[in-house]
């Protein structure tokens, strides 16, 4: 039995033997009856008092379990001067205190981790036990050029990125580095973390490109200025003796002075073809800052093509045009998008080889303006498709590597995205204006 149900036995069996006194009194003695009577109500008087002393206190227990179940831990009880009740008030208010302190310090950790997460530059996304995204920071969503809306409640297979397909075929656990057209490198890991016991996903990606681009331009500009050195003071010193040499052709016997005078021109036009070939090279690692200007893109493509016009006419390469604006109004450095232009014209145009088509786009789409310029040449295998921005790196027979670096160079100083993908039919260069 309860407590309680105890009490009110013990009250009950108390007054049960006064009240057969009282009984008995009755008969044998009168007087004795009021007496009686008198102490048992004073008795049952002093026993519903002690009841609701006991009992009916401020009544911590259901009023703790309501500010509980409430999770209001900052209402507190005060002590009512009886023992037993002020032993509760006191461990009542000492667990509502540990609550409401280790609620604080819970929020103030997730304000702190929402700050940190909004200020990395690291995309991370969580999922919920579905697999579905539930958390998106700023960096994921810059990296993925998606909105957080777009992301949220969708499975990473189901979105339509190759980033995101990488990381939802990522196992847990591990890390890789996943490389995107255009150059793109994003380091990538997927772990887990537990929630309510069971395990839920997460994935952290960082760009790598723009780090691995100034690593990789310090690397071979401290190449570049090392050759550049040596090599034109071999090719002054020699460049002078063989001109000087050239005097002595009238001393040579006339039928020894062609083959004498041919030998020095073709050693003077290779230390020239040399020199050319590393100042060429030089121009790329002094490339100076983009001077911006007021322009129209798609016109600087028109006069691109003009002048390719011969060549294309020669080779039989039609150029068809898909532009969906009026123009492609930016601020550019003239002279060198003129050049990156030229460049991949000139790849497209060398791509197909002969009869073929040129298909010059251009309009808005949700990440903004963009030009894409494709050709129907042979595709780029994906090995080669790997290499293609990578400094000195080329499939053409003679070729310098230089062109697609010098376009990678230009383009990144004026912050535009641009990608180069490639199939069996077609071979597109996009780049993304804003």
């Known amino acids: 039995m309860t407590l309680r149900r105890w009490v009110i036995v013990y009250l009950v069996l108390i007054h049960l033997v006064v009240a057969a006194t009282a009984v008995w009194l009755l008969r044998e003695n009168r007087f004795w009856l009021y007496a009686i009577e008198a102490c048992f109500l004073v008795s049952l008087a002093a026993a519903i008092a002690l009841y609701n002393r006991i009992f009916n206190p401020p009544n911590v227990s259901a009023l703790g379990s309501e500010f509980l179940k409430e999770q209001d831990f900052q209402s507190k009880f005060r002590t009512v001067g009886h023992p037993e009740v002020d032993r509760l008030v006191h461990l009542y208010n000492s667990i509502a205190e540990s609550?409401?302190?280790?609620?604080?310090?819970?929020?103030?950790?997730?304000?702190?981790?929402?700050?940190?997460?909004?200020?990395?530059?690291?995309?991370?996304?969580?999922?919920?036990?579905?697999?579905?995204i539930d958390l998106v920071n700023p960096a994921a969503e810059r990296i993925l050029t998606a909105s957080a809306e777009?992301?949220?409640?969708?499975?990473?297979?189901?979105?339509?990125?190759?980033?995101?397909?990488?990381?939802?075929?990522l196992p847990i656990n591990q890390s890789t580095v996943v490389i995107l057209s255009g150059r793109r490198q994003i380091k990538c890991s997927k772990s887990q973390l537990m929630d309510r016991g069971f395990p839920r996903e997460f994935v952290m990606f960082e760009e790598l490109t723009e780090e691995l681009r100034r690593l990789e331009k310090a690397s071979y500009e401290k190449l570049i200025r090392l050759m550049s050195h040596e090599v034109n003071n071999s090719i002054g010193a020699a460049?002078?003796?063989?001109?000087s040499c050239l005097n002595y052709a009238e001393q040579i016997r006339s039928e020894d002075r062609a083959d004498f005078e041919g030998a020095l021109n073709i050693a003077i036009t290779r230390t020239e073809h040399l020199n050319s070939f590393l100042k060429a090279f030089g121009d790329l690692v002094r490339l100076p800052s983009p001077q911006l200007q007021d322009s129209d893109l798609l016109t600087l493509v028109r006069d691109s093509i003009a002048l390719h016009r011969p060549e294309l006419e020669r080779r039989q390469i039609r150029v068809e045009w898909r532009i969906d604006c009026d123009g492609l109004p930016v601020r550019i450095d003239i002279g060198q998008m003129e050049h990156v232009l030229v460049n991949i014209l000139k790849n497209a145009i060398e791509a197909i080889g002969h009869d073929g088509r040129i298909v010059v786009a251009a309009g808005s789409s949700p990440d903004g303006s963009y030009l894409s310029i494709e050709n129907t040449g042979a595709g780029v295998s994906p090995e080669v498709s790997a290499n293609l921005f990578t400094p000195f790196f080329t499939t053409k027979v003679g070729g310098q590597g230089i062109g697609l670096t010098f376009a990678s160079e230009v383009l990144t100083q004026h912050g535009f995205r641009f990608s180069l993908t490639s199939d069996s039919d077609v071979t597109q260069f996009r780049i993304m204006l804003r």
């Open 99 to 132: 609550l409401q302190n280790e609620r604080i310090r819970l929020q103030e950790q997730e304000f702190f981790l929402e700050k940190l997460l909004d200020a990395s530059p690291a995309g991370v996304l969580t999922c919920d036990f579905d697999r579905r």
């Open 150 to 169: 777009q992301l949220k409640g969708h499975k990473l297979a189901d979105i339509d990125s190759p980033l995101a397909t990488e990381l939802s075929n």
């Open 239 to 243: 460049t002078s003796l063989l001109h």
